[in-house]
Structures are given as C-alpha cells and as structure tokens.
C-alpha cells in the first residue's frame, strides 16, 4: 500500500483545501469524543449500579449468583442469607463483595 501511494496514480488528484478539512474535521472529532464517552461513562463511580456487565467472583461456590446481575437481586440474596433487612441499596459493590465473600 505504502508503494502504490508514492506513485503519481495512485496518489489524491487534488489538493486538500481549508474547507475540505473543514468538514471533515468535525466529523473525526465528534467520532472520538463518542468513542470516549462510550469508554469512559461506565467508569464513573456515580454510575456503577448502572453497569455491571463484567462482574465475577473468584471461586465455584458463588453459583447462587448466576444470573443475578443487577444490585436489587444481590442485596435480596444476601438479606435473605444474613437473615436481616439491614442490608440497604446505598451499599456500593466493594461492600457487596466484603459480604458475599462471608458467605
């Protein structure tokens, strides 16, 4: 490929102008802010309820959790193995994993 854009035939016909760059420059810099914005907004701490896609836990005896994906269905099982409605839904997930690995 590197060659064959060396060679006058192969290479652009014309110039690029100022108003070409213009439009195509926005166009690239709204496709890398989306990319990032789909990147990064599961990061955010605020929204960790939100996406939990990749959560596991290490070891074959937390089987009771498969396909319980989402918060509520975690904080039911653990009220219901720790026998207490103390267990609230302010909870962040490092705190459900301190209690999951008590089980």
Same mark, same amino acid.
């Given at each position: 490929?590197?060659?064959? *854009?060396?060679k006058?035939?192969?290479s652009?016909?014309? /110039?690029?102008?100022?108003? =070409?760059?213009? @439009?195509?420059? #926005?166009?690239?810099?709204?496709?890398i802010?989306?990319?990032?914005?789909?990147?990064?907004i #599961?990061? %955010? #701490?605020?929204?960790?309820?939100?996406?939990? /896609?990749?959560?596991? &836990?290490?070891? #074959?005896?937390? @089987?009771?959790? =498969?396909?319980?994906q989402?918060? %509520? @269905?975690?904080? /039911?099982?653990?009220?219901? &193995? &720790? @026998? =207490?409605?103390?267990?609230? %839904?302010? *909870? =962040?997930?490092?705190?459900?994993?301190? *209690?999951?690995?008590?089980?």
């Amino acid at each position: 490929r590197f060659v064959a *854009l060396l060679k006058p035939s192969m290479s652009i016909s014309h /110039q690029i102008n100022v108003k =070409t760059l213009l @439009k195509i420059l #926005p166009t690239i810099v709204i496709i890398i802010a989306s990319s990032l914005l789909v990147a990064l907004i #599961p990061l %955010a #701490p605020s929204l960790e309820d939100y996406f939990v /896609q990749g959560m596991f &836990y290490d070891g #074959p005896s937390y @089987k009771i959790f =498969t396909g319980f994906q989402n918060k %509520a @269905k975690h904080l /039911q099982v653990l009220q219901a &193995y &720790y @026998k =207490t409605s103390n267990i609230s %839904a302010d *909870l =962040t997930w490092s705190e459900i994993g301190s *209690l999951v690995d008590g089980m």
